[in-house]
DNA sequence: ACCTGAACACCGTTCAAGT
DNA sequence: ACCTGAACACCGTTCAAGT
């Protein structure tokens, strides 16, 4: 008989829980808590309570720590900026256009966690390192230092934008009907091309006439897209030396 | 004694709302109410109670008419973008630009509205007129058709975003405190400034070098900027003549 | 087909009471 | 300071029952 065969009922109903010995109940966990529960289920699917639930408690509990949810979502927001990999490239377009599609990366690997994004300043140390970086290139290239400084609120909102509506899009495709994502997906594009496709001829020849240019591209590209486009129309704004 | 004195209570007790006759329970009225939800208190705090409330009736009763929350939210950015301009303008850009400003002012007016044109193709037969408008004349003044296609996609999420941006950014001026907006907002923006400008000078000469490029513009100016880069480099994808 | 009341399974936050 | 149970004032949606 080992000691753990004698554990008395009551210690053994006061450990339950899956994640082991009790979690005390710490910012940092609480926090934890609610990223894990971003990154599996969707900003929308955290609640105070679930979050409390993981710590066997209820919400009441969290109030000690945080001001309200809003506060826990912008912590779990900030601790993922600050995994941020820096800026690096070799021109500044190099360099603006590979941290554009990094934080696409990152901000995608969390499910809708872009959402957050709208309307905050980013308290992270890390994008103020990476801001610093590319501000430094762009103007050391030669890029007018007021067009570099609104750039970077220009580019964050539209990465932003773009997670969101990409992760959006994938929750259409992953209907509850149990059938495969890409399934749904492919049906839904067919049923967009075929709405476009039977617009009458001769009120939008530009638009039926181009329905491969409309309908063409996945995400990534059109995102490519956007970002390359700005960027062109930054080094347009290069004074010739 | 009038025919309105001789009602009898159970009839006037029938139609108590400050809206005159009960209105019957239509799919437009509905559509109107959640649009008036929007328009005064933001989407989020359109509930299927309340818009059920003005025609005083439960949230059940909205069922018979819209498939769910998302569907009536839907059918009320659908109305609003029914209302949207036409496109006009003599050179492309001007075109673009104009309608970029118009689409965003639209927007701008219903709150938070824009948040729901994320993840969704619309279905307004205006906005499919303006996007036969556009195109054709980007493609008219020698834009490639893959970089006129695409850009009716990055523009719309940049305008989104910018909107719904804006938006958060009115809320947290508008904080409970009671205290005018503006002077919550000028508070902010200076706390904001006082951040950037107590960061340490040696590690991040380039943005404490700038912050007046970084703090000046208002929002207006800074989507106009956005839109004007855009539109550079749209234009220099235009191969030469 | 349209409408309804009641119920189900949730929410965020507050508060008095404990330690 | 930290934690808790209970309560308050809400949610969206379903369902059986009505017309």
């Known amino acids: 008989m080992t000691i753990a065969d004698r554990t008395p009922p009551?210690?053994?109903?006061?450990?339950?829980?899956?994640?082991?010995?009790k979690t005390p109940l710490r910012l940092d966990a609480i926090v934890d808590e609610a990223l894990r529960i971003?990154?599996?289920e969707g900003t929308d699917a955290v609640s105070m309570r679930k979050v409390a639930a993981a710590f066997d408690t209820g919400p009441a509990s969290l109030y000690a720590h945080v001001d309200n949810k809003d506060d826990l979502l912008r912590l779990a927001l900030r601790k993922v900026l600050d995994t941020m990999?820096?800026?690096?490239?070799?021109?500044?377009?190099?360099m603006f256009r590979a941290h554009a599609h990094t934080i696409r990366a990152v901000l995608a690997a969390h499910n809708d966690l872009a959402r957050l994004t709208f309307g905050t300043v980013p308290?992270?140390?890390?994008?103020?390192?990476?801001s610093e970086r590319l501000l430094a290139a762009m103007i050391g290239g030669g890029v007018p230092p007021q067009v570099a400084a609104w750039s970077l609120d220009v580019i964050s909102l539209y990465i932003a934008a773009d997670v969101h509506e990409g992760w959006l899009m994938g929750r259409i495709f992953d209907d509850g009907s149990g059938r495969p994502p890409e399934e749904v997906?492919?049906?839904?594009?067919?049923?967009?091309?075929e709405r476009m496709a039977s617009l009458p001829k001769d009120r939008f020849p530009t638009l039926t006439g181009h329905l491969e240019e409309l309908m063409g591209?996945?995400?990534?590209?059109?995102?490519?897209?956007?970002?390359?486009?700005?960027?062109?129309?930054?080094?347009?704004q290069i004074p010739p030396t």
Do not use: H, K
Not at 10 to 21: F, I, T, V, Y
Not at 85 to 94: D, I, M, S
């Open 123 to 130: 308290e992270s140390d890390q994008v103020t390192e990476g």
């Open 10 to 21: 009551d210690l053994a109903r006061a450990r339950p829980r899956a994640r082991g010995d």
């Open 185 to 193: 997906g492919m049906e839904y594009f067919r049923g967009f091309g």
């Open 38 to 40: 971003i990154d599996t």
């Open 217 to 236: 591209g996945d995400g990534d590209q059109r995102f490519s897209f956007g970002i390359d486009m700005f960027i062109a129309g930054m080094a347009a």
């Open 85 to 94: 990999p820096l800026p690096a490239g070799e021109t500044w377009q190099a």
